[in-house]
């Protein structure tokens, strides 16, 4: 039976864990610029889209050219905050419970 409660403390700590990370992941944020300044993508460490700017320079682009500056910088976002998830989680593996 004590073993059950210790188990229930363990997941409890977790849970506390879990969501001390999520607050932190979304209060990070990433800014990354598109290869030809067109576009700047704001996106927090839980990989949420904040913001996105686009420049003046959008005119002097074709319709192909301007998906291609947003995939690439979406993409490049999108890693970068999984980087940051990755870093902001670093020790939490070493903290869970063993089975």
Known sequence: MFDKLGQLKDLWQLKN???EIKK???NMVIKVDSPHHVFEVTVSGSQE???VVVSEL???FTREQLAEELKAVINKAV???????????GGMADNLPKA
Do not use: C, P
Request: hydrophobic share 40%; charged share 35%.
């Open 79 to 89: 890693r970068d905050s999984q980087g940051m998830a990755a870093q902001a989680m």
């Open 49 to 51: 889209v904040k913001e």
């Open 58 to 60: 959008v005119k002097d």
């Open 24 to 26: 932190r992941l979304d």
């Open 17 to 19: 864990q879990i969501q």
